[in-house]
């Protein structure tokens, strides 16, 4: 198969993951790894062979991944890097040493994995068969490192057939679950399941009231967020953040971190104590700044000024402007609350000499009003809000209704191309456009604005 026909045939299995993460089941479908056993086994046990780091958590998984992955590689190791979800090309999930596989190699791993699925004579899920092709990838590419993100919560996560070396659970919020009783410890249980007997743990936010459940799981050493770790000082910079960090094995001091959001800094203590986990040791000062400046992470505090010649980081949107350059586009996939929260702090650091408009969009599982006092909605000068180009979305007039009934200036546009044109062809060169909720709506901006001429 060429990349067009994987695709195709990749995207005709049924994906039951998030019902499956919230209910326990879905019809017949249990909450088990049994099928991905026998699929990686069929395959030959690639992941037996990788020393893995294992992330999981509600929010900053892909932000402390892709520290991790840089700080590696700065050390001089080789490093595969499985994420989830892409933007625009499932490429983007598997990369080694940060760059992402192209077409050929992924069509022919996709074309190897429908070889063995059909082999095994069972349907399995898209996130199933796109693990066990990084699994498959990485153990011929001789990676040194696979650093793996948890798809869903944890325990049950295709990803979990891996036994990581370490393990990191970034935070614990209101993501994959109905709400019901104690959900932070059911959340907190299923995400302390990637933890195997003997793996270093890395914890950052996380209420200390879970630490039996981690306890549980008879990790080795037990790093936390707040006692093994500190963010001793961390100050916004024109181009990101400014912190210094105390880890197990080191005190940093003074780190330029190319990413806004003082979430980022405790993101960036965790990866790095997380690599210092891995090598046993305290990590090279110079390879540490040299790794942190090769952190990019798109469609997080990303921004795209209108007119200019690609994305540009948050510092560039104030920088060197001339008045030939339209409003700044700051795109976040914040699609819970607290990444939501999060994203508000962020942007309350970054200057706007104009109006404010926040384009959102959700999915049907979102609680409007909670994710719109999340962000500050009510900050904003006005609102569009748009429908995700995926069939579970929530219709744009509902969300609208939502914000006006916040005291919000809301107009509901379905398309989100259609909303950014309409915005920014009103919007003046010192405004902000924020694109933010569903990470469908965020990718299919991001795809728009980089294809938009000049």
């Known amino acids: 198969m060429n990349i067009e026909a994987a695709t195709r045939w990749l995207e005709q299995h049924i994906d039951y993951g998030t ?3 919230r209910s326990g089941r879905t019809g017949d479908v249990e909450l088990s790894l049994d099928r991905m056993h026998r699929f990686v086994a069929a395959l030959g046990d690639p992941q037996a062979g990788l020393a893995v780091v294992h992330v999981t958590g509600t929010n900053g998984k892909g932000s402390t991944s892709r520290m991790i992955t840089r700080l590696l590689m700065a050390e001089g190791l080789r490093v595969g890097t499985y994420s989830s979800p892409h933007l625009s090309r499932y490429n983007e999930r598997f990369r080694i040493d940060d760059i992402d596989v192209d077409d050929d190699l992924l069509a ?3 074309t190897r994995m429908a070889a063995t699925e059909e082999s095994l004579g069972e349907n399995l899920m898209p996130f199933e068969v796109l693990t066990g092709a990084a699994f498959t990838l990485f153990a011929e590419q001789r990676v040194d490192v696979a ?3 948890v798809g869903v919560l944890g325990r049950f996560d295709a990803t979990n057939v891996a036994d990581g070396r370490v393990a990191v659970i970034t935070n614990i919020g209101f993501d994959h679950t109905s709400g ?4 932070q410890l059911r959340i907190a249980t299923e995400k302390a399941g990637i933890v195997k007997p003997g793996a270093h743990l890395v914890v950052g936010d996380v209420d200390p009231r879970f630490d039996d459940a981690f306890a ?3 990790p080795g050493a037990v790093w936390r967020l707040g006692r093994d770790i500190t963010v001793l000082a961390d100050a916004p910079t024109p181009g990101g953040r400014r912190c210094t960090i105390s880890t197990p094995w080191q005190e940093l001091d003074g780190l330029a971190l190319p990413l806004h959001g003082a979430h980022q800094s405790a993101n960036c203590a965790l990866a790095l104590t997380a ?13 540490v700044t040299a790794g942190l400046a090769a952190v990019r992470m798109p469609a997080r505090l990303e921004a795209i000024v209108v007119g200019a010649v690609g994305p540009v980081g948050v510092a560039g949107a104030d920088a060197g402007r001339d008045g030939d350059l339209g409003p700044t586009v700051i795109l976040d996939g914040a699609h819970n609350p607290d990444a939501a929260a999060a994203l508000a702090a962020a942007l309350a650091e970054i200057p706007c000499a104009g109006r404010r408009t926040l384009v959102i969009g959700l999915l049907a599982g979102r609680d409007p009003r909670a994710m719109l006092l999340a962000v500050g909605a009510m900050g904003f000068d006005s609102i569009i809000t748009c429908t995700p180009p995926t069939a579970r979305a929530r219709p744009a007039a509902e969300l609208a209704a939502a914000a006006v009934a916040l005291g919000c200036f809301a107009t509901a546009i379905d398309d989100i191309g259609e909303a950014l044109s309409t915005t920014i062809t009103a919007a003046g060169t010192g405004d902000q ?8 709506l965020v990718a299919d901006a991001r795809t728009w604005l980089l294809a938009r001429p000049g």
Do not use: K, N
């Not at 456009?433 to 469908?440: A, D, E, M, N, R």
């Open 147 to 149: 650093v793996v993100e």
């Open 433 to 440: 456009i924020v694109v933010t909720g569903s990470i469908y």
């Open 108 to 110: 022919s791993l996709l």
């Open 19 to 21: 019902w499956a993460a």
């Open 216 to 218: 549980a799981q008879m």
């Open 180 to 183: 019901d009783g104690d959900w």
């Open 275 to 287: 690599a210092g986990a891995f090598l046993g040791r305290a990590l090279s000062a110079a390879h």
